[in-house]
């Protein structure tokens, strides 16, 4: 469920104005559920997933997201938004998904899929490492998508 990777996403008259369809590929094909992965601008014609080997600071290129973005958060199908009733097949050839690119906005950084994870529980990719996880949190504060993370539960007591 798309609530669970991000907090907000509309400026304060609702217009949803940060995510756009992309087109995301992957070396080989898997199947995922196409929310809450992590993707940088391959310096060439998409966006693949972030990993660690993935370095922001060697991208030469702006990305073809309207606002050329380096990085974003899979947050939909390319139905759209929040889109995810069925699994999608990323591969060499790929596919066009719904990517926030730009705020104003919020993703939970404890719910981001660092592994890519397929359906089948298998790693797409080896993890991104603490520092490339850092750049990748610095990156999408840059372009205006605040990290956040979920509240613990509060058990409201009342005085009597």
Known sequence: ????????FTDVHGV?????RLTVENATDAVFDPIGLPVIWNDSDAFIFYTNTTLISALTTDSNAPDG???GIVVG???????SVDDVTV???????????????????DQIDWAVTDVDGASS?????????????L?????GIAGIVDATVVTPTFVS
């Open 1 to 8: 469920m798309v609530s669970d990777y991000v907090g907000g």
């Open 77 to 83: 199908s390319r139905a759209g938004f929040g889109e």
């Open 125 to 137: 990719v080896t993890a991104a490492l603490t520092a490339q996880k850092a750049a990748f949190l």
């Open 91 to 109: 591969g060499s050839g790929g596919i066009e998904l719904t990517v926030m690119f730009r705020g104003p906005a919020s993703v939970k950084t």
């Open 69 to 71: 973005a380096a990085v």
């Open 16 to 20: 949803q104005f940060s995510c756009a």
């Open 139 to 143: 990156q999408l504060e840059k372009q």
